[in-house]
């Protein structure tokens, strides 16, 4: 485990994703992360640059590689952690196809030598906060920062689409059904639901390009949430959350809905279990204000009432998948 991160924000997290940025160094902090920004760093491209111009797409997302690279944390490779899905995943994408195609790297890094930059692929290994917390810090020890837990407060789990696939570093356990998020949730005392669509895409840029397609996307997200009575949307991306937050009210007018959900940063329901405020993680400036629901969580877990019976299993019934099994612990 890395003694100090080098930390690429991005531009989401400086405006309105504020709250994530502030929440997420709120954690660092308590978990005794270090996170070293790094200088003069630029914007990804988001989605868009990478169809337009290919090669000054990667030069741009390579540019933060570099300097990256050339910052003084470490011994050997460099850790950056990118709190941004988006941002995530371009990173980790440029170096990867650097890697993979000699001449794609000779041609970025002609592109840097202009600027007197240079990457080398595999210099830096691209995480995403997430990733770091379960996998560096991991579950005991964050269990162990839980000063006031989040009992009775119910929340879905949504991943997005960018981290889980395609996953250059293998990180995930299993890309349709992640479940360290799941399970960090869980950590803190939250009641997690079962979240069917917790890896759906919530559109990204679709809302300026069809509003329908936009609109039933992010109502899919909703109403699986709702369905199941999710308290709270629990994310990890700034485009997601902007989506399913900003969005709602769209969301209710076009279906004749009344969704009211809030949708949170899984940093921000970490902070509130360590002992912050609401106000100290960012929690209020959402559209959909969250200070309502966190009145339901209670002092005691929930009880669990009186078993169902179980309800005998088809024979025709496919078996559950060997992953899933092991995971919930079911036979």
Request: proline letters at 6%; hydrophobic letters at 40%.
């Amino acid at each position: 485990m890395p003694n100090r991160y080098a930390y690429y924000p991005g531009c989401s997290l400086e405006k309105n994703a504020r709250s994530y940025h502030v929440s997420a160094m709120y954690v660092a902090e308590k978990l005794g992360i270090e996170l070293a920004e790094v200088p003069d760093w630029n914007c990804c491209g988001a989605t868009e640059y990478f169809a337009i111009a290919a090669l000054p797409a990667y030069a741009l997302v390579a540019r933060n590689l570099a300097l990256a690279e050339s910052m003084p944390l470490n011994g050997g490779q460099r850790h950056l952690i990118a709190p941004c899905s988006a941002c995530f995943l371009n990173l980790s994408k440029t170096d990867h196809y650097m890697a993979e195609d000699g001449r794609l790297a000779a041609q970025v890094n002609e592109a840097l030598a202009a600027g007197g930059l240079h990457y080398d692929p595999g210099a830096v290994f691209v995480r995403h906060m997430l990733d770091v917390i379960v996998d560096d810090i991991g579950y005991q020890q964050v269990q162990e920062k839980v000063t006031k837990p989040l009992f009775g407060l119910r929340v879905a789990p949504y991943y997005g689409c960018l981290i889980t696939r395609p996953d250059y570093n293998r990180v995930h356990n299993e890309p349709e059904h992640p479940f360290c998020l799941d399970d960090l949730l869980a950590a803190l005392g939250a009641t997690v639901i079962d979240y069917p669509v917790k890896t759906a895409c919530c559109g990204g840029h679709m809302t300026q390009i069809s509003e329908d397609t936009a609109l039933e996307l992010l109502r899919r997200l909703l109403k699986a949430a709702a369905d199941y009575r999710a308290d709270a949307i629990v994310t990890l991306c700034p485009m997601c959350q902007l989506n399913l937050d900003g969005y709602q009210a769209q969301v209710n007018k076009h279906f004749g809905t009344d969704y009211h959900i809030p949708i949170l940063y899984f940093t921000q329901l970490m902070g509130l279990a360590f002992g912050a405020s609401p106000e100290d993680v960012g929690i209020g400036k959402e559209f959909v204000d969250a200070r309502p629901v966190l009145n339901k969580i209670q002092e005691k877990p929930p009880e669990e009432g009186k078993k169902r019976r179980k309800k005998r299993r088809d024979k025709q019934a496919l078996p559950m998948p060997e992953l899933l099994r092991t995971h919930t612990g079911r036979k």
